[in-house]
């Protein structure tokens, strides 16, 4: 009986190295998946509406010139099932629409695997535009992932227009660009060690770009463009994400970067072309979680950590993981000397489980922060408002100032 070709079992003589090449070589095309074009979807409810959210973390803020505040946040999980919602406030903050604007690429009917929106911020430029940066990525990292823009024109209308997303490039974005004293944009991108799970080792041809990136425009966000990279040399350090940069009173760039091992920093002085070795911070302690600097227009840098000072952190159970070590007391700090020394001192939130802020600094002078609150139980997105006297009052003492400000919250499968 002659079976049809089909039926032919094409593997039997394949060496064991042979299998071994053709199973990665099926994970690449499955992670080729991560690089069709996503959708923004501006029309997300009902399916995206508090009522059916059960999770909320990693928050971005940004301020259009008109004074409208847009948040994005990330539901599902922080994993293979995580989108990206967006929702706006038109009252300084006071209160939030609901999700406006979701970017789901989860679908079972038609791929083999879930495909996540997992990090990525938002941006108002100079110019007035809104630039929305995300990751796209099979299951939680595929070991190269893809980062994509969208851009809005017009984002104090009533029904915001979205450009059709472009890839950047490969790994994700997790914090704003910054722009330097030369007109430059410069967005820090970050593409992480392999891959996780079965996408283990899957990208070997990445390994020698695998680090902390810096993408510079000098054409308004027409084009990005690679600048330079830093990468810690130490082996013992496994994981690296989060990077921020600022720009020093002398132009030098400073890069702060979140690892497991601690915070470390690295430092250019030819608009981030080239880096120094990264080395861990002496004065700022931080756990490990994202944190939040950028230098003010008073000339002072803030800094939003964890921890009662700027030189430590505080470990609440000894039976966190190791991720979560340390993710409570949100503060503020101030440096008047390009981050050598800080002073002031404004408690955000005490409470455990406060994490990953972000945030700016609207023309009035007044900052705003927002962050997560216990991502897969409470689930809050929360926001910070004050100024500068009030770090350094080390309570609120200005008008309209206002801490633990509900942003928004998951409603599904939740005791009120």
């Known amino acids: 009986m002659n079976l049809p070709a089909t039926f032919e079992n094409r593997f039997s003589d394949m060496s064991q190295d042979d299998i071994k090449r053709f199973e990665?070589?099926?994970?690449?095309?499955?992670?080729?998946?991560?690089?069709?074009?996503?959708?923004?979807?501006?029309?997300?409810?009902?399916?995206?509406?508090?009522?059916?959210l059960d999770y909320g973390m990693t928050p971005a803020i940004t301020r259009t010139p008109k004074g409208r505040l847009w948040n994005i946040w990330f539901g599902g999980e922080d994993g293979p099932a995580?989108?990206?919602?967006?929702?706006?406030?038109?009252?300084?903050?006071?209160?939030?629409?609901?999700p406006c604007l979701a970017v789901n690429t989860q679908d079972s009917s038609r791929i083999p695997m879930q495909?996540?929106?997992?990090?990525?911020?938002i941006w108002c430029d100079p110019i007035g535009r809104l630039h929305l940066f995300f990751s796209q990525s099979m299951m939680h990292?595929?070991?190269?992932?893809?980062t994509w823009e969208a851009v809005c024109d017009n984002p104090d209308d009533d029904n915001p227009v979205w450009s059709k997303p472009r890839q950047i490039w490969h790994g994700g974005v997790h914090n704003k660009p910054i722009v330097s004293s030369k007109a430059e944009w410069l967005l820090p991108l970050d593409l992480e060690i392999n891959g996780y799970g079965?996408?283990?080792?899957?990208?070997?041809d990445l390994d020698e770009v695998r680090?902390?990136?810096?993408?510079?425009?000098?054409?308004?966000?027409?084009?990005?463009?690679p600048r330079g990279m830093a990468v810690p040399h130490d082996k013992s350090i496994h994981h690296y994400a989060e990077h921020m940069i600022t720009e020093r009173s002398d132009g030098s760039l400073w890069m702060l970067l979140r690892t497991d091992c601690g915070l470390m920093e690295s430092f250019s002085n030819d608009d981030g072309k080239t880096w120094s070795e990264p080395q861990f911070t002496?004065?700022?302690?931080?756990?490990?979680?994202?944190?939040?600097?950028?230098?003010?227009?008073?000339?002072?840098i803030l800094m939003v950590k964890h921890g009662n000072t700027i030189d430590s952190f505080e470990q609440e159970s000894e039976n966190d993981a190791i991720w979560a070590m340390g993710r409570s007391r949100l503060k503020a700090f101030l440096s008047d000397d390009d981050g050598k020394t800080w002073h002031g001192g404004l408690m955000l939130d005490e409470r455990v489980g406060v994490s990953y802020p972000d945030g700016f600094q609207a023309p009035d002078g007044t900052i705003y922060i927002v962050y997560d609150r216990?991502?897969?139980?409470?689930?809050?997105i929360l926001l910070a408002r004050f100024t500068e006297q009030d770090i350094l009052d080390g309570k609120l003492t200005s008008t309209g100032s206002k801490l633990k400000h509900l942003v928004c919250k998951p409603q599904k499968n939740k005791i009120q």
């Open 282 to 300: 002496q004065n700022i302690k931080q756990p490990v979680s994202r944190f939040f600097v950028c230098r003010l227009a008073s000339g002072r």
């Open 115 to 121: 495909r996540s929106i997992v990090m990525g911020h």
């Open 374 to 380: 216990n991502r897969a139980t409470a689930g809050e």
């Open 24 to 52: 990665k070589d099926v994970l690449r095309k499955i992670a080729d998946l991560a690089l069709i074009p996503p959708e923004i979807n501006t029309n997300p409810l009902p399916d995206f509406d508090y009522d059916q």
């Open 198 to 204: 079965i996408f283990n080792g899957v990208f070997p």
């Open 82 to 98: 995580a989108f990206l919602l967006a929702n706006i406030s038109d009252d300084n903050g006071e209160t939030w629409s609901k």
């Open 211 to 225: 680090g902390m990136h810096v993408f510079a425009s000098r054409d308004n966000g027409e084009t990005w463009q």
């Open 141 to 146: 990292f595929d070991g190269r992932a893809s």
